[in-house]
């Protein structure tokens, strides 16, 4: 583990952890949501999908069976989590959805009572609406404690897309071609097949979280990740944004740092 003090200095309260590879990124930030939910437990995580994550909700499946059963069983009736976004115009049985993808990956591996896991409804009938419902449901629970953040090929964070404000809140968006492309496994391979719209938070919803932990794994995100890093911020670089938050963990291994296996 390494922090490089060539990028505190860009992000005022940037702490930067360089683990080897996307397993041990994985079991730290396993470790960290877990520390989360003992720390303030009244507030809600701030949750997101994508294949950088789903090697952090099987850690934190595994890391949270080795716990006491009674601190195990705390955890889990204490859960509340609110992920980024949900794709517009899915049924809601459709196995494609994110609602279904953390049924998958969180719900069933941790024992958790489906209701603590919230998302927008993309099959609302009004999706907007149902933003704005969304939006008030997490101000209602007290907003993010913690908040994790993949990084997008293009530089956004949920479905916050290029450009985009810092103020912008919770909403229905347009999926550009590169997202929807970075999403076609999901869907066949095809791009197509992609939904065209989604409901996500907004940076206003990302930035009031009480902290920011950015995590990026892979070698095709390091240019990417050296320009957020690098800033400054600006709305072609959504994720560039983090930098006028406070307390911002970013947790990449060496390929996304464009360092090879030995640093």
């Not at 499946?61 to 889990?76: I, K, T, V, W, Y």
């Not at 809601?92 to 009572?113: H, I, Q, S």
């Not at 985009?164 to 066949?188: E, I, Q, Y």
Request: glycine content about 10%.
């Amino acid at each position: 583990m390494s922090q490089d003090p060539s990028c505190s200095g860009v992000f005022s309260g940037l702490e930067l952890i360089e683990l080897n590879d996307p397993s041990a990124v994985a079991e730290h930030v396993a470790a960290l949501l877990l520390h989360e939910r003992r720390r303030r437990p009244e507030l809600p995580l701030g949750l997101a999908t994508g294949r950088t994550m789903e090697p952090i909700y099987r850690a934190l499946a595994r890391q949270l069976s080795q716990l006491p059963f009674a601190e195990g069983e705390r955890l889990r009736e204490r859960w509340l989590s609110f992920n980024l976004d949900e794709y517009v115009g899915l049924r809601p049985e459709d196995p494609r959805t994110f609602r279904a993808v953390m049924t998958t990956k969180l719900v069933l591996p941790l024992g958790l009572d489906p209701e603590r896991v919230r998302l927008p409804e993309g099959s609302a009938v009004d999706p907007d609406a149902e933003a704005n419902r969304y939006r008030r449901e997490l101000a209602a629970a007290g907003g993010v404690g913690l908040q994790v953040l993949g990084l997008g090929l293009n530089g956004h964070v949920g479905f916050n897309e290029p450009p985009c404000a810092a103020d912008v809140r919770c909403r229905c968006v347009s999926l550009s071609a590169s997202t929807r492309a970075a999403n076609a496994a999901a869907f066949g391979g095809d791009p197509e097949a992609v939904p065209e719209r989604a409901i996500t938070l907004g940076l206003a919803e990302i930035l009031a979280a009480r902290s920011l932990l950015l995590v990026v794994t892979g070698a095709a995100k390091a240019g990417m990740l050296r320009w957020i890093l690098q800033g400054p911020p600006t709305p072609e670089l959504p994720a560039s944004w983090l930098h006028r938050h406070p307390r911002v963990m970013v947790v990449a291994d060496h390929a996304a740092l464009g360092r090879g296996a030995n640093g």
